[in-house]
Structures are given as structure tokens and as C-alpha cells.
């Protein structure tokens, strides 16, 4: 079993920076892939970038390549999601979900464990 917990959001201006933290609890952390997923108000969840258990993998969605960079500290049972040049479409609730494999997962069905997810609020 993984508990997840996120840490690092809040309210920047358009064009600043917000860095993400998802915590993990559990010796086995470094088996589990880890994807970032969004929730806006009144829209779908969607997945915003993943990484494989050795970070050897990586996806972004379309919609914040080039603005934001995952990346995981296995020794700290943790991964980052740097989110730069922010924009107030990006306010969402963030959630970090992890699942046990060695490829890489982009769908949220896919996921097995979940965080509680964290609000991040961009203004204009």
C-alpha cells in the first residue's frame, strides 16, 4: 500500500512558478509509476505528465510541454512536478496517483493509488 500526499501549491500571478511535491509512504516507492493528473472546476480530470519507476520514461500532455518537468527522488520517496510560466488556465486541483509497474501509465484508470490532490490557482 502507497499513501500519497501533495505539498507545494497556491495562488502565483501568470508567468510565475509553483513546484509540486508528491510524498510517498512505503519501502516499494521506486517500483511505482507516478502520474499527475488536474480537475477544473466543472471539467474532466486530465492527465498532465507521468514517469516511470526510474524515471526513465516520461510524459507530458500537450497542453504544458515545455512548461512543466517531472521528475522523482526514489532515495525520498518523492516526486516533483516544476510547473513554469504559469498561465490561469493551469488552476486546477492537482493530484499525484501512483500504480505498480515498470512501463509507464498515462490513463487515470490505470492508477492505483491516489493523493488528495492540492489546489494550484493562477491569476491573470
Known amino acids: 500500500q502507497v499513501q500519497l500526499v501533495e505539498s507545494g501549491g497556491g495562488l502565483v500571478q501568470a508567468g510565475g512558478s509553483l513546484r509540486l511535491s508528491c510524498a510517498a509512504s512505503?519501502?516499494?516507492?521506486?517500483?511505482?509509476?507516478i502520474g499527475w493528473f488536474r480537475q477544473a472546476p466543472g471539467q474532466e480530470q486530465n492527465s498532465i505528465a507521468a514517469i516511470s519507476w526510474d524515471g526513465g520514461k516520461i510524459y507530458y500532455a500537450d497542453s504544458v510541454k515545455g512548461r512543466f518537468t517531472i521528475s522523482r527522488d526514489n532515495s525520498q520517496n518523492t516526486v516533483y512536478l516544476q510547473m513554469n510560466s504559469l498561465r490561469p488556465e493551469d488552476t486546477a486541483v492537482y493530484y499525484c496517483?501512483?500504480?505498480?509497474?515498470?512501463?509507464?501509465?498515462?490513463?487515470?484508470?490505470?492508477?492505483?493509488?491516489w493523493g488528495q490532490g492540492i489546489q494550484v490557482t493562477v491569476s491573470p
Open positions: 512505503g519501502r516499494t516507492f521506486s517500483s511505482y509509476a
Open positions: 496517483a501512483a500504480v505498480s509497474t515498470k512501463n509507464l501509465r498515462v490513463l487515470s484508470t490505470t492508477y492505483e493509488h
